[in-house]
């Protein structure tokens, strides 16, 4: 579905991705792990289209889309929930998760992303038209994976989904990425809980300052040595 090949990409002069590599096969979960800084989130924006690469092809559903701008790769079918959430906090629940939906060519369209989404989330629909900013971290979250749903998305970029959010939350995350691979949603979660990640993954990267340099299933990766010494502290 999604092949990443020699990806090179720079902030001016600094090099915040070298040479990565990777690919995202149909009806997989996809896990990439690293520390701060490791450039998961520079990859991620570049998928999308809201960064440019200096070198390498990104290639979705067998065209290239490393040239086309954000909203023509939206409509292809991917979407990004990205860290930090960035809803529109003075907007309602519902008017964020509309701004989700301008891909959808038709109002039937718009309607039955928004029931799928309230059935995922029923807490949303509660809150419809509370402001976002009332919400609690956690039901921001759910209203920020909401949003990246409403394009009824082929392919799902997770950025951080459980950054700082309490443990209960964390586990509803999870919980909630699972619900959505199994109704047909390929998932490509970049995350720093590592052993979760892993755990959920049907195959996973480890980037370090911008480069893949590890890969396999999650159940291996969790297992080797590398990523227990360095990021599981064992």
Same mark, same amino acid.
């Given at each position: ?9 720079? /902030? ?9 590599s990777? %690919? ?19 990859l991620?924006k570049?998928?999308a289209?809201?960064?440019?690469p200096? %070198?390498?092809? @990104?290639?979705?559903?067998?065209? %290239? @889309? ?13 979407? +990004? ?5 960035? +809803? ?13 939906? /301008?891909?959808h ?12 989404? /309230? ?9 419809s038209?509370q ?12 209203l ?20 700082g ?24 979660? @970049? ?6 990640? +892993? ?11 911008? %480069?893949? @340099? ?16 360095? /990021?599981?502290?064992?």
């Amino acid at each position: 579905m999604l092949k990443v090949h020699d990806l090179r990409v720079c /902030y001016g002069d600094v090099p915040a991705v070298h040479q990565a590599s990777f %690919r995202v096969e149909e009806g997989e979960i996809v896990s990439i792990v690293g520390a701060n800084g490791a450039g998961k989130t520079t990859l991620l924006k570049t998928i999308a289209g809201l960064l440019r690469p200096d %070198r390498g092809t @990104i290639e979705f559903l067998e065209q %290239r @889309i490393d040239k086309h701008p954000a909203h023509e790769i939206a409509r292809l079918g991917i979407s +990004l929930v990205p860290e930090g959430r960035h +809803l529109f906090g003075k907007l309602s629940v519902e008017e964020n998760l509309l701004l989700g939906a /301008y891909v959808h060519p038709d109002p039937q369209g718009i309607k039955s992303a928004l029931k799928d989404v /309230y059935e995922l989330f029923p807490v949303l629909k509660d809150r419809s038209r509370q402001k976002a900013e009332t919400l609690s971290g956690g039901e921001q979250q759910m209203l920020a994976i909401g949003r990246g749903l409403m394009s009824h998305p082929k392919l799902l970029m997770l950025d951080e989904p459980s950054l700082g959010l309490m443990p209960k939350y964390v586990t509803l995350v999870f919980e909630t990425i699972e619900r959505i691979h199994e109704q047909g949603v390929t998932v490509l979660l @970049i995350e720093q809980n590592v052993r979760r990640a +892993l755990e959920l993954a049907d195959r996973a990267y480890v980037l370090q300052t911008g %480069r893949i @340099i590890a890969e396999g299933t999650g159940t291996e990766l969790l297992g080797s040595e590398l990523v227990q010494k360095a /990021y599981l502290g064992l």
